[in-house]
């Protein structure tokens, strides 16, 4: 079974950053990507970037763009949102997806099968 672990938040000043780590296991392919996602509280779920894991390519969300950025390690089956610049309208609930297939990279939260359970930032101002 595919399996996320998401892991990294914390309180952070605005002006300052933050990485968290998405931790995956249970792929049989390469043909996969993974999607960062937030949601705070009385809103709905946001896209806020993704990673498809054979290609390696990246988008993102605009609110984050030019502040955010994607990572991954093959090795550690990880992949790392690095946060910088944060601002307290980024306070959200952190989750990581994956959707088998990546030909066409997906923003909505509906198109992704697995998700983990979301780790915490709250940005102070």
């Known amino acids: 079974d595919v399996q996320l672990q998401a892991s990294g938040g914390g309180l952070v000043q605005a002006g300052g950053s933050l990485r968290l780590s998405c931790t995956a296991s249970?792929?049989?392919?390469?043909?996969?990507?993974i999607g960062w996602f937030r949601q705070a509280p009385g809103k709905e779920r946001e896209f806020v970037g993704l990673?498809?894991?054979?290609?390696?390519?990246?988008t993102y969300g605009d609110s984050v763009k030019g502040r955010f950025t994607i990572s991954r390690d093959s090795i550690k089956n990880t992949v790392y949102l690095q946060m910088n610049n944060l601002k307290p309208e980024d306070t959200a609930v952190y989750l990581c997806?994956?959707?088998?297939?990546?030909?066409?990279?997906?923003?909505?939260?509906?198109?992704?099968?697995?998700w983990g359970q979301g780790t915490l930032v709250t940005v102070s101002s």
């Open positions: 997806a994956a959707k088998i297939g990546s030909y066409h990279p997906v923003r909505l939260p509906q198109g992704y099968q697995f």
């Open positions: 990673i498809t894991w054979g290609e390696g390519m990246k």
């Open positions: 249970g792929f049989t392919s390469d043909d996969y990507q």
